[in-house]
């Protein structure tokens, strides 16, 4: 009888997958508030006529004097939710689409809880939070803050011992079907990223604001898409992936691999992978946000060059476009590897 065998070679893991890290940005996540007491005889003189920015355009926000501010802690939970619901929002086109309350704070009292809602202004008689958006550049980075300022302009009087703020995120979405469908929005749940021990009280012949700013600071160009866009009196938003017959255009982002056998730019033939998948996870006081790549590289490279091109489009601001790319040695001198595995991430660090 005669017999045969066949041998297979296989190629070690190393050699087939190869698995990097683009970038690894920190983010810094910083919140501060600001208690502020006043007679009711001189809520005039306290509010003014303050210029923000949103990157080259100015408008104007009147709010409290915010000379100094008090630290706080940011709920690292909550911001999980956020993001993790955000980025869900921003890369499926699924979501709540029913409005949830832009912003809350949350007074906890010797008798109970006292909420500020979201009214957008600040009234008189009235409690309510107004939310104010401030983009600009920093040295190439982009920092993004908001402004929540919290009132209470009524004759009730308490005493506190601790404040939280409650805020929620959107993206503009694209409406199903064809031709007609106007975009519409969805929402994150509405969840705790901030609170502080703060005693103080409240008079029933006094006045009291809470200015709250939330920052998100050292954002590079390419990573902005990735910072939730909180609900905000400017109803700044940013446009998801989708698309949209209605209007035309939707945010990109996308990352190509040159396997030295294609045109390696932006829109060229070489093997890419779309912003699809992500992780996100607590990790200490940090948020991490991992945004997974693989593509196939046909015969295989020995080294892993990237290229990120990118076009994030908002509703109410200018959109951001560019490119970014980075070569990698392989793991192993000399290794060949087929399949590319690319992270881009993003650590959120709480302070």
Request: hydrophobic share 40%; aromatic share 14%.
């Amino acid at each position: 009888m005669n017999s045969w065998c066949m041998t297979v070679r296989r190629r070690k893991v190393d050699d087939v997958i190869k698995k990097v890290v683009l970038r690894k940005e920190i983010v810094k996540v910083k919140g501060n508030y600001k208690v502020i007491l006043i007679k009711k005889e001189d809520f005039y003189k306290v509010l003014k006529v303050v210029k923000l920015r949103i990157l080259n355009k100015e408008y104007e926000a009147l709010m409290p004097p915010i000379d100094s501010f008090e630290k706080n802690t940011i709920d690292v939970n909550g911001l999980v939710v956020l993001i993790t619901q955000y980025m869900s929002e921003l890369t499926t086109n699924l979501g709540n689409q029913n409005q949830t309350t832009p912003a809350e704070m949350v007074l906890t009292t010797q008798s109970g809880t006292v909420t500020l809602t979201y009214t957008g202004g600040v009234n008189i008689n009235a409690q309510g939070v107004s939310v104010y958006l401030q983009i600009f550049e920093d040295n190439g980075s982009f920092v993004w803050q908001y402004y929540y300022v919290g009132y209470d302009t009524t004759n009730s009087s308490y005493t506190t011992s601790e404040i939280e703020l409650y805020a929620s995120a959107y993206v503009q979405g694209a409406a199903p079907g064809i031709g007609g469908n106007p975009p519409y929005t969805i929402y994150t749940d509405i969840v705790r990223i901030a609170y502080a021990n703060a005693s103080f009280t409240k008079s029933s012949d006094s006045y009291l604001f809470i200015v709250w700013l939330i920052q998100f600071q050292n954002v590079p160009p390419y990573a902005i898409v990735m910072i939730p866009t909180l609900q905000n009196n400017a109803n700044i938003m940013v446009i998801n992936f989708a698309g949209s017959a209605a209007r035309g255009y939707s945010s990109s982002y996308e990352v190509y691999f040159n396997n030295n056998n294609c045109n390696f730019t932006c829109g060229g033939n070489c093997p890419s992978g779309g912003f699809t998948g992500f992780i996100v996870y607590a990790q200490g006081n940090s948020v991490i946000l991992e945004v997974p790549v693989m593509v196939g590289l046909g015969g295989g490279v020995s080294t892993a060059e990237m290229l990120i091109c990118y076009n994030i489009y908002y509703q109410n601001m200018p959109n951001f476009s560019g490119q970014f790319t980075t070569t990698f040695s392989p793991p192993v001198s000399g290794s060949t590897f087929y399949l590319a595995l690319a992270t881009i991430t993003l650590i959120f660090q709480t302070s």
